[in-house]
């Protein structure tokens, strides 16, 4: 492989020319360097950050209001962790309100339906936890 900036001759594989250090290319097509591991956009099939191109899905985010200590560590809400330990009730209320602003900012949605399947399976572990409270309650009260 010539290199176009100075004309040395390299070797077919190589990426940056040995006698310039110029960028020679990968040799691949487009559609191969668009599939590189760091180009995060290409793998996922967005353009961009879903932030950047649309506005933060409404509605009240069931998911962090049934288990709000454990949506904030999986949503890189550390504040939101530790006054969670502190204000269980009152960090209830407010991310049920705010949770869909905090978790679409926080973390990575290649789509909004993307967000919304992973939030409903935030609901739906929910209910199965306090489901299981509600039950294992019962039996205690019930065998005393």
């Known amino acids: 492989m010539h290199c176009p900036q100075c004309g040395s001759e390299n070797p077919k594989d190589c990426l ?3 006698s310039c250090s110029a960028n020679l290319g990968t040799g691949q097509s ?10 995060f956009d290409a793998l996922t099939g967005a353009t961009t950050s879903p932030a950047a191109e649309s506005s933060v899905p409404e ?3 069931w998911g962090a209001f049934l288990l709000p200590f454990w949506w904030s560590i999986a949503h890189q809400a550390w504040v939101w962790v530790f006054v969670s330990i502190l204000f269980p009730v009152a960090v209830q209320v407010a991310l049920l309100i705010i949770g869909n602003k905090i978790a679409w900012e926080n973390r990575y949605f290649a ?16 209910i199965i936890t306090y489901v299981v409270l509600v ?4 039996y205690l009260v019930l065998n005393r």
């Open 16 to 18: 940056i020319c040995q």
């Open 30 to 39: 487009d559609e191969q360097e668009d599939l590189k591991p760091w180009n």
């Open 59 to 61: 509605g009240l985010n």
């Open 111 to 126: 789509s909004k339906a993307e967000f919304e399947k992973v939030q409903n399976a935030w609901l739906v572990g929910g």
């Open 135 to 138: 039950i294992a309650y019962i």
